[in-house]
């Protein structure tokens, strides 16, 4: 299969259901697991959906295309206006929705923040605060374990941005954060729609974003005035001395601050929920980690972290719009159109990784999966700056956890999916059981 940009278009579009776009958006947002293996089944590794509010969409289940999407032109394939369901939350200057020189520019400022003398500096600090979260969980007693996730991960998060995690204005934007992303794929649609933010959940979600903007505004303003602004280290305060004419607008600091704290702790913390889930009915592999955690040994720790990803992807698809007509494998796909490389589909085939259904860490140790099989942090020039950080993070958590605890499953039946705004969480918090070792 081939994907380039054609001379003349004269291929048929992908095939795909002819369902009204409303009923296509709400099966895909609210039943995807169970809605994917059915379009593959039925139309192949390439389909087109009519997906609210773009309309235009087609996914992409295909290794070999998606590499070539991946390393296509980034004036050709827009990852960030293939993001724009998330604009009102993120606001148009977030590194996640520009797209050639203005994305360019947001990623060079924030790559500091994670680069590997950034991330060793970290260590200590997600370590410290992972023990004193792990020694309040209740021992012998069924919990949710995602919601204790959250809350370790958005701490970490908030010290990496702004340098402290103490004070009433902090304390607020935790739970102001938590609120405005605890919504669900019906949400999605106020969000788009300013009719619709006049009423119930859509005005209270509206209400939320902007009291966590007001929070925002008022650290930056109280952060420019700092005494010791230029010996912090934190992100906020990286940015607020950026040298040159380069200088970001409070603006521009709200929508970079806001992705890093709701992208920086949600997917870790889901995935490390994932993780928990899987080891608390599956004790050899989780005698493994335990083992793994004894001898410092850090690489199947990640392996762990790694495989959670892949069986629970966090997130189902990456996104591009397309600036001209591309053909993609027989297909023609003309310029607006939305194209998705489908984590899930991918991850899920056997031809990549065998016993797709089965948790096994080990698949990622030695050589591992093939190249560009496990994609959950997107791939090209715009995989995720933060993807290094997370795996940091998960492999710190796991290392801590299982040096403590062992864990167990309250219930065997396994975890349903829920849909939450973009991600894929435990519907039922992925609830366990530890105990002290």
């Not at 109280?222 to 305060?237: F, I």
Request: net charge positive.
């Amino acid at each position: 299969m081939a994907l380039r940009t054609p001379v003349r278009a004269h291929s048929a579009l992908p095939p795909g259901p002819r369902l009204p776009l409303a009923v296509q958006t709400v099966l895909f947002g609210a039943f995807r697991n169970s809605l994917l293996p059915l379009l593959r089944r039925r139309y192949g590794d390439v389909v087109r959906l009519k997906l609210y509010p773009e309309r235009s969409v087609v996914l992409v289940g295909d290794l070999g295309l998606v590499r070539e999407i991946f390393a296509g032109p980034v004036e050709t394939f827009h990852a960030g206006e293939g993001n724009m369901v998330l604009k009102p939350m993120l606001g148009e200057h977030s590194v996640l929705l520009t797209d050639e020189e203005q994305h360019r520019r947001a990623r060079k400022l924030l790559m500091p923040a994670f680069n590997g003398a950034a991330m060793r500096g970290y260590r200590d600090m997600v370590t410290e605060l992972t023990v004193a979260e792990l020694e309040r969980w209740p021992r012998g007693r069924a919990f949710r374990v995602h919601d204790r996730m959250r809350a370790l991960t958005l701490e970490v998060i908030l010290r990496v941005v702004f340098g402290v995690a103490d004070g009433p204005r902090l304390a607020e934007l935790r739970v102001a954060l938590e609120q405005v992303i605890d919504i669900s794929a019906l949400d999605l649609f106020g969000w788009h729609s300013p009719a619709l933010q006049k009423f119930g959940p859509w005005r209270r979600n509206r209400e939320r974003q902007q009291r966590v903007d007001q929070l925002l505004y008022a650290e930056i303003a109280e952060r420019r005035a700092a005494p010791d602004l230029a010996e912090r280290t934190d992100v906020l305060s990286r940015l607020l001395t950026v040298p040159g004419d380069d200088q970001l607008s409070d603006l521009e600091l709200r929508d970079q601050l806001i992705t890093l704290l709701l992208a920086g702790h949600e997917t870790t913390a889901t995935a490390l929920a994932w993780a928990l889930h899987e080891l608390a009915r599956d004790p050899v592999t989780a005698a493994a980690a335990a083992r793994a955690a004894d001898e410092g040994d850090e690489k199947y720790l990640e392996a762990v972290a790694k495989e959670a990803m892949r069986l629970r992807p966090i997130i189902s698809e990456v996104s591009r719009k397309l600036t001209k007509d591309v053909q993609v494998g027989p297909y023609t796909v003309p310029a607006g159109y939305m194209v998705l490389p489908s984590i899930s589909m991918i991850h899920a085939d056997a031809e990549h990784h065998p016993s797709p259904e089965v948790f096994d860490p080990a698949r990622f140790l030695g050589s591992g999966p093939p190249t560009g099989s496990w994609f959950p942090f997107g791939g090209g020039a715009r995989r995720c700056l933060g993807a290094g950080f997370s795996l940091l993070e998960a492999t710190i958590v796991l290392r801590e956890l299982f040096a403590r605890y062992r864990v167990s499953a309250p219930s065997p039946r396994p975890e349903r999916v829920k849909t939450r705004h973009i991600t894929l969480v435990p519907g039922d918090g992925a609830r366990i059981m530890v105990h002290r070792r």
